[in-house]
């Protein structure tokens, strides 16, 4: 079988779970399959192919045309999209990731006659917020979105609660054709240091980074995005105990308004308490693995997750999760068990804003006290979190799943 995989995201470039579901998803298909992969890249519009070793997959690499290059940044999208349809002859199976490349899976079906799966990593009625971000063109990736999904062969939805929300804001799909597949972790690249090597090398990491490793530290990782809920952790920061250290591993941001309100709330609270640590560089594996394992609990604030990878990442470091109780996040952390969810009523206006913002900021405070200044809990709770990861999220099993999807829609299409 040979399937077409097409994102935006593909490693040296990915800067969000998509694109490390995209990459390790690809790795381990390609051991079973024919597996391609199509994916956004700088410069020359022209298709430059990778070759692949054996049991890798071939990745293609397209650029925006040159027309579009100082245009809409949904059109240059588009122009990419356009590109990879025109690139899958002798496909039996199209895949594609967030709506960066829906328009080409769609596109590419029709194209080429064969069936068109897609994972839903987020939704775009569900981020209004972007509107700030892409004007105009957020309702032409709201279109592309819409469109593929209600043609799609076959949904892939990362959660429980991401099938909820795709039956609900695209009712025109049907149920049965949206299955749920979580996301996966590589066990192996994402575990605490042991030898008193990777201890010390750890050690050095964090302290350069300017992170103290004997002090209780809550660690945040993720985008400057409204889904994030960033502001609402950096308001129940404030009520931390004074000893607590704050790490935040956050950058990219949305747009300037986004990362001015932040970087302001930041400094605000930097002028309060000590230990603020704000790391706006993307960090290689290895370093936020030695961030992960020197912090005493993960925090996920959000108020939209269709499931988390970062909380998946801290999990397999041996690190409890505080985190909403939203989106696909109760699918993922084990209240009481592997950390704790902080409950979150939420406007059902597609923001999520929380009904009741200074109750979840209390709450969200008031549960990680409880975690971080216990450390034999946390201690308990990062083991767990651990063998949950490794019972229920390895990327084999993930892709045993994934396949099975493809073989039922492949079965329906004859």
């Given amino acids: ?104 899976g769609h596109l590419g079906s029709l ?35 819409r469109t593929a999904y209600e043609s799609a062969a076959g949904v892939i939805a990362v959660s429980a609660g991401m099938r909820a929300d795709i039956l609900r804001v695209y009712p025109a799909v049907d149920p049965d054709r949206v299955h749920v597949v979580h996301n996966g972790i590589d066990l192996d690249g994402w575990q605490r240091p042991g030898t008193p090597a990777e201890l010390a090398t750890a050690r050095a990491t964090v302290e350069r980074l300017g992170i103290d490793p004997d002090r209780p530290t809550v660690v945040f990782v993720g985008r400057i995005t409204r889904q994030k809920g960033l502001p609402y952790l950096l308001r129940a920061a404030e009520r931390l105990a004074p000893e607590v250290q704050l790490v935040l591993c956050a950058g ?23 230990g603020v640590v704000w790391i706006e560089q993307m960090l290689p594996r290895d370093e936020l693995v030695a961030v992960l394992a020197a912090s005493t609990v993960f925090v996920c604030p959000s108020v939209y997750e269709p499931l988390g990878i970062v909380n998946l ?46 109750r979840f900021v209390t709450d969200l405070a008031d549960a990680l006290t409880a975690v971080v200044l216990d450390p034999e809990r946390a201690a308990a709770m990062g083991l767990a979190a651990r063998r949950r990861v490794e019972e229920h999220f390895s ?19 004859r």
């Fill in 111 to 145: 194209l080429t006659g064969r069936p068109h799966v897609l994972s839903a990593h987020s939704l775009e009625p569900l981020r209004p917020w972007k509107a700030e971000q892409l004007g105009g063109g957020y309702a032409l990736s709201s279109w592309a979105e």
């Fill in 252 to 274: 990219a941001p949305d747009t300037p308004e986004i990362a001015a309100e932040v970087s302001s709330a930041v400094a605000r609270l930097a002028t309060e308490r000590t």
């Fill in 1 to 104: 079988m040979r399937v077409d995989l097409l994102s935006r995201e593909y490693p040296p470039n990915v800067y969000g779970g998509a694109g490390v579901h995209v990459a390790e998803l690809s790795r381990v298909l390609a051991r079973r399959l024919d597996v391609r992969v199509h994916a956004f890249g700088p410069g020359d519009p022209l298709r430059v192919a990778a070759q692949a070793g054996p049991g890798e997959p071939v990745v293609t690499r397209y650029g925006v045309p040159a027309e579009l290059a100082d245009g809409d940044a949904a059109l240059a999208t588009f122009g990419v999209d356009l590109q990879m349809a025109g690139n899958l002859a002798g496909t039996d199976l199209v895949h594609s990731h967030t709506w960066y490349a829906n328009l080409a």
């Fill in 313 to 358: 990442e801290a999990m397999a470091v041996g690190l409890p999760v505080v985190g909403s109780a939203t989106g696909g996040i109760p699918e993922v952390v084990d209240d009481g068990v592997t950390g704790l969810l902080v409950p979150i009523e939420q406007a059902d206006d597609g923001t999520g804003t929380p009904l009741d913002p200074e």
């Fill in 395 to 413: 990327w084999d099993a993930i892709a045993d799943r994934t396949v099975a999807v493809y073989e039922q829609v492949l079965e329906e299409a």
